[in-house]
Each structure stands twice: as structure tokens, then as C-alpha cells.
């Protein structure tokens, strides 16, 4: 018995396996066909012979038109062929149709009695069919102009712009020509600023003393190079009190001039040099002689401007009569004569 039930169990549980798939089969037929069906439905009215009436998602449901056979897509190709055709035919008629327009653009006439008649003869029932389309092509053939008179257009700008571009690489190359003027101009004056230093340098006679072996003093005059200025006067008295070079020590020349001795100022009236020095030119360690030859180095030093005859001594801007506490005159100007 039990073994009766169990294979009782078995087929009862087959049938039910057979039965979910043969549902299943139909459930996956009826989702793909669903739209044949419902159309089928609706064209042979199922519903409404078994029930009178039919679901409303069936009377919704759109049918969908069949493609057709093969007589019917030749019948189609034939349509086409006529069809381009016609077009072609179209087409000649209004590029002829353009030309006369655009000749008309260019040069506008009133047209003739006898063109305005021609035209409604040659017209067909192709052209009536086309005249819907004539709008159109009337405005793509009124755009031509346009496009020319806008090519003009912009080939003036493209040359107007090359026009430009020229006067600019001009311009470039002028501000070139001159930056590389100028830069040539100074290095030129480069090369010749040494040139012109040496052309400014002129030669300026000092006055030094030379200590001979018995201890004698004696006036020397040397030579200097000196730069053309516009006060040589003074350039010359501080050459002086700067001292000897080293080649003029070699032979020997000396400076009694005091150190720390300045020239704060100086000018030059009626001949006559008044040359102001610091209270360091009050003193001098060697003594009278020491005073004389420093008195002596300016003045024969001032003296040879054409326009110095004499010097007049001043300390720290005054006038004083004597210097030093030997008693050096200096109250009045001192020329050459004056160490005779």
C-alpha cells in the first residue's frame, strides 16, 4: 500500500510539473504573439458572438498594418521610378526657370507679353504638382545672390585684412630697423666714449718741491693729464693737496702743503684767484720755509690760468694778514713775484 501510494504521489506530482510547463509554454506564446492576438480578437469579433460584447483593452488595441506583399512593393518601386521622373523633369524645368531668374537679378528686365504667355503653355500637370515646391526653390535661388554678394564681401575683408597684416609686418619691420638703429647708435657711442674721454684730457702743470742732499728747497713743475671740466682751478688745487704720485715720490718730489688741508671754495674776480681754505692750512711743522713753499705751490699752480695774475689767501672764509706764528704775509693777493 504504500508503495502504491508513493508512485500515486509521484505521477500526481509529474502531471502538476507537466501541467506548470505547458502553462508556462502558453504564458511565453501569448506575451509574444499578444499583439496578433488581440488584433485577431478584435477583427473577427470573438468576444462579441460568444458574450455580445468585447473587453474595452481589446477595442483599444491599435492593429498594426501589414507590410506588404511582393506584387504590391513592385507596384511601389514603379511609383518611385514615375515619380523620379517626374522630379527630373521638375527639376530641368526649374533650373531653366533659375537661370532666367538670376539673369533677371542681374540685369533686371520687365518681362515680354510674349514670355508671360509661353510660360502657362509649357507648364503639365508635373509642373502643377511641383508648384507647392516652387516657394522653395524661389528661395534658394534668391539665396545664390546672396551668397555671391557675401563671398564679395568677405573676400574685401580678407583683403582688407591682408592689407593690414602688410602695414603691420611694415610697421614691425620699421620699429625693428630702428631698435636695431638705435641699438648700433649706442654701441658707436660706446666704441667712441673712450675716444672722446681721451679727446677731453688735457695736460695741467703742478707745482711740487724738491729737498735737495744740503736741505735746500727747489721749485719743481710736473706735468698731469687731467679731464677737461668746467672748473679746472679747483680740480687742479685739490690734484695738489692730494700730494705726489708714486712716480713723482720716486724722484724725489715733495708736497709742504699741511695734510688734512681743503679748499672749501674758490673764484676768480678781476684777475685775481680768492682761494678758501680750512684752519689745517694755519699749520705747518717744518717752519718758515715749510710756510713759504706751501704759499708758493698754490700760487704757482693758480697762476697758470691766463686769468690768475695773484691769490688771496683765506682761512675758513676770512681774511687774515699773517699766517702761522712766524708771520707769514697774506693780507693782500700774492702773485709769482712774491718768492723771487
Known amino acids: ?10 505521477s500526481s506530482g509529474l502531471a502538476i510539473a507537466v501541467w506548470i510547463f505547458i502553462f508556462l509554454v502558453l504564458l511565453i506564446v501569448f506575451l509574444v504573439k499578444q499583439d496578433e492576438i488581440f488584433s485577431n480578437l478584435k477583427t473577427t469579433q470573438f468576444f462579441e458572438r460568444l458574450f455580445g460584447t468585447t473587453p474595452e483593452f481589446i477595442q483599444n488595441h491599435e492593429i498594426k498594418e501589414k507590410e506588404p ?3 504590391e512593393g513592385q507596384t511601389v518601386i514603379e511609383l518611385k521610378t514615375t515619380s523620379k521622373q517626374d522630379k527630373q523633369d521638375k527639376q530641368d524645368k526649374q533650373d531653366k526657370q533659375d537661370k532666367k531668374d538670376s539673369k533677371s537679378a542681374v540685369l533686371p528686365q520687365s518681362p515680354s507679353p510674349a514670355e508671360e504667355n509661353v510660360v502657362p503653355a509649357q507648364s503639365s500637370n508635373s509642373e502643377k504638382s511641383a508648384l507647392p515646391e516652387q ?8 539665396a545664390k545672390p546672396k551668397k555671391s554678394a557675401n563671398s564679395e564681401n568677405s573676400g574685401e575683408a580678407q583683403k582688407s585684412d591682408k592689407t593690414q597684416n602688410a602695414e603691420e609686418t611694415v610697421k614691425a619691420e620699421n620699429t625693428s630697423k630702428s631698435e636695431k638703429s638705435a641699438a648700433s647708435a649706442k654701441t658707436e657711442e660706446k666704441t667712441e666714449n673712450p675716444v672722446a674721454k681721451e679727446k677731453k684730457m688735457i695736460s695741467q702743470k703742478l707745482y711740487f718741491v724738491y729737498i735737495g ?3 735746500t728747497l727747489s721749485r719743481k713743475m710736473i706735468v698731469r693729464s687731467v679731464e677737461k ?11 695738489l693737496l692730494a700730494g705726489p704720485n708714486s712716480q713723482e715720490s720716486a724722484k724725489g718730489y715733495r708736497s709742504l702743503i699741511p695734510l688734512g688741508t681743503k679748499l672749501l671754495s674758490a673764484s676768480v674776480r678781476d684777475g685775481v684767484a680768492y682761494l678758501n681754505f680750512n684752519e689745517q692750512f694755519e699749520f705747518n711743522t717744518v717752519g718758515m720755509d715749510g710756510y713759504q713753499a706751501q704759499l708758493m705751490q698754490i700760487v704757482y699752480t693758480a697762476t697758470e690760468f691766463s686769468t690768475v695774475n695773484s691769490v688771496q689767501f683765506l682761512i675758513e672764509g676770512q681774511k687774515k694778514d699773517y699766517l702761522g706764528s712766524e708771520g ?6 700774492l702773485a709769482r713775484s712774491s718768492f723771487n
Not at 231 to 239: A, E, G, H, R, W
Open 328 to 333: 707769514m704775509w697774506i693780507g693782500s693777493p
Open 69 to 71: 506583399f511582393q506584387s
Open 213 to 215: 742732499e744740503d736741505g
Open 229 to 239: 671740466n668746467d672748473s679746472p682751478l679747483v680740480t687742479n688745487i685739490n690734484i
Open 1 to 10: 500500500m504504500a508503495k502504491r501510494e508513493k508512485k500515486q504521489k509521484n
Open 135 to 142: 516657394p522653395e526653390l524661389s528661395a534658394e535661388n534668391s
